[in-house]
């Protein structure tokens, strides 16, 4: 997966909450831009993790930044 970029292993949406996490905002901050509930933004960064090789929000930005 570390070859591969973001977009690459992303769904639109998915690369969407990967980017407002990054940025330092919670679910409930996310849930509230994308009209989805703060236990949906937390189910989709669950999945969105394994998929970027990562297992923590700090990451994110990181990895994000390489693709």
């Known amino acids: 997966m570390r070859g591969r970029a973001a977009q690459d292993v992303l769904s639109a949406q998915e690369l969407q909450i990967a ?3 990054a940025e330092g905002l919670s679910n409930r901050e996310i849930g509230q831009r ?3 509930s703060p236990r949906t933004i ?3 960064l669950y ?5 970027l090789d990562i297992t923590s ?9 390489r693709s």
Request: aromatic content about 8%.
């Open 47 to 51: 999945r969105i993790f394994p998929k």
């Open 57 to 65: 929000r700090s990451q994110l930005a990181d990895r994000l930044g």
């Open 34 to 36: 994308l009209f989805l």
């Open 19 to 21: 980017r407002l996490a």
């Open 42 to 44: 937390g189910s989709h």
